[in-house]
């Protein structure tokens, strides 16, 4: 393992002014966006919709730092026959990949879930690099619920999430560790935070135990938030402070870097409160955006999957790339 590479390419992926896109919806997900917006989800529109994002280019070459694939993608050709992966270096962003293969049911805990992929995961991880994947990502789901999240649950997910990232960084990757707290529950801002926290100080504790170098890793959490059906919802300023106030307490500034996931919010919401977070004065470590859902809504309705709206689409692509690379310098204004 070449510790310098892993660090200088983390460092790069939430560089000042820059972030993540994650287009990384596995073939479930994206048909469910595609559904939204009446396109039928076949190989074809997949592609030329991701063709689309990564030929945008004054987002992909100014405002968007890495972009995280799906397996289906990282294979796919452009119309013209460049492989989709070329079009991301030729922009100067860096390629990634997603390696988890989804969830299963957790065996004891009614309504949890834990996250599957360990298996074999040396050699996918051997072939993504000689495609070119210089960072990868794996995402635990943890629920907010009554009587859950379990400690079970919670263990489970950190130990995969650690055994992910070893492996990661044994094949010169940079691991994405994603414990993402759900916001669809109805519960407050207090709850998220305590669970995150007890997430969060869970997931460094696996991360150490399995000797993952803190330098090479990036970490993609939610933000302490209310839960999407509480009556109770936070305003912006108590999002950020909140968040930067938890993620003080459990990250390391060993990280070289924090990119968050929008997980249901409102475009401009997850703008708004990433902006607002660099208002906060200096943080430890690089804080920027890995969102998929506040960076592609637009442009997937702009597109709606018609060939003569494809300019439409990247300028609502580039628009929200470049509203989100202010926000990663608190330099955006609503
Ligand atoms: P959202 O920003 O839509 O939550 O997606 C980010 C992601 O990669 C979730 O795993």
Redesign the pocket.
Known sequence: MNLTELNRIATAMVAPGKGIL?A?ESSGTIKKRFDAIGVESTEANRRDYREMLFRSNEAMSQYISGV?LYDETIWQDAKDGTPLIKLIEQSGAIPGIKVDEGTQALPMCPGELVTVGLDKLAERLKKYYERGARFA?W?AVIDIGSGIPSMTAISVNAHALARYAALCQAAQIVPIV?P?VLMDGDHDIDRCYDVTQRVLNKTFQELRVQRVALEGMVLKPNMAISGKKSPKQAGVEEVAEKTVRLLKACVPAAVPGIAF????QSDEEATAHLNAMHKLGPLPWGLTF?????LQAAPQKAWSGKAENVAAGQRAFSHRARMNGLASKGEWQS
Request: avoid cysteine; glycine fraction near 18%.
């Open positions: 994650a990384d995280i990502k995402r994603e993402e996931l929008s997980g249901g890995s969102y998929g859902r506040a």
